[in-house]
Nanobody, 116 residues
């Protein structure tokens, strides 16, 4: 079992930046892929970005060029650097960690609000 704790959310003006962190504990040796997902009010949860144990990354088209996902293996922590934020980036951001197959483990979620 993997436990995940997110931090770093908050309120920021459009054009600003935030960095989210996701600290993993427990059976971290089982983690192959970690990712960030978000859910806006009234919408389904959607993929933001993922990173594999081999450091391969994948991004949603809406965040390409603005967001960067990276991992610190020593600290067992994953990050999401978010630049040039837009109001449509507002939502609850969730950290996910899994082995071979989904769904894996989820964090409790953290609010990101971008004001116009």
């Amino acid at each position: 079992q993997v436990q995940l704790v997110e931090s770093g959310g908050g309120l920021v003006q459009a054009g600003g930046s935030l960095r989210l962190s996701c600290a993993a504990s427990g059976s971290i040796f089982s983690i192959l892929t970690m990712g960030w997902y978000r859910q806006a009010p009234g919408k389904q949860r959607e993929l933001v970005a993922t990173i594999t144990s081999g450091y391969n990354t994948n991004y949603a088209d809406s965040v390409k060029g603005r967001f960067t996902i990276f991992r610190d293996v020593v600290k067992s922590t994953m990050y999401l650097q978010m630049n040039s934020l837009k109001p449509e980036d507002t939502g609850i951001y969730y950290c996910n960690a899994r082995g071979d197959l989904p769904p894996g483990s989820w964090g409790q979620g953290i609010q990101v609000t971008v004001s116009s």
